[in-house]
């Protein structure tokens, strides 16, 4: 049986956890299912086992969630114009 | 919606649901309008025509049920039905490429990229605003619906008329796109 140093299996991990993520594709769909507040509760504990495993999973999400955030704060919310309501009520009541 | 039950309300009671239901929701129609057109006048225009419709089939509306949903829909239709169709702008990719890109429920596509969190969250409003105008109109769509407007998938995918398979990969690649419009912003403005 083929033995390995603690050294060398910490660098390959060190190695996995900032290189690579080994299923991407499937990682991602649980980082926007949490993102959203999609996840049920085995997506939530394979997400919570991911970030802490993969660093670009932790990454990713960090990153999506910061997006998710500005475009939530600091896109400019237009005010209704004044006469909107009124005039739709108006040509409400004329085709009644 | 397409299982919706007719109702048959009085002449007070489609006055009830209009003011209670469907008026509160005029702030996030008028600027998913705004979203949508880019223009004050136009997102009026589409607003108005919105809820003259909503009026007109108000018995296909169950009060109590989700009435921002049902209006988004509606405004979203209208906005593809009538505003696309005036604005007579031309085709800029093959259709059906776009649809089978658009439809397809695989989410493989991965990107990587460089972009930082702090680097997006310097950004100013313009610069976030403009990335997401940039988008393609259905790709801005899923945003603002699940990003802006709180929507959840099954929600978002009843309002597109799409599987909500199609639903989170559209969401997914969507996201990729803003990802590198905002980047491209971040490099020609010098974040690092």
Known sequence: ?96 | MADMRIQDYSKKQKEEVFEQEFLPHINSMYNFAYRLTFEEDDAKDLVQDTYLKAFRFIDSFERGTNAKAWLFRILKNSFINDFRKKSKQPAKVDYNEVESYYNSEDVDETITTDLRVETVQHMIGDEVTNALNALDVDFRTVIILCDLEGFTYEEMAKILNIPIGTVRSRLHRARNLLKDRLKLYANTMGYK
């Open chain 1, 1 to 96: 049986m083929v033995k390995f140093s603690g050294a060398w299996l910490k660098s390959r991990l060190k190695f996995l956890k900032n290189m690579h993520c080994p299923d991407q594709a499937n990682c991602f769909k649980i980082l926007q299912l949490m993102l959203d507040n999609e996840a049920d509760e085995a997506q939530k504990a394979q997400f919570e086992w991911q970030i802490k495993n993969c660093m670009p999973c932790y990454k990713m999400y960090r990153l999506d969630a910061a997006i998710k955030e500005v475009l939530q704060t600091k896109i400019e919310v237009k005010s209704v114009p004044g006469d909107l309501v009124d005039t739709i009520k108006l040509k409400i009541k004329n085709a009644v």
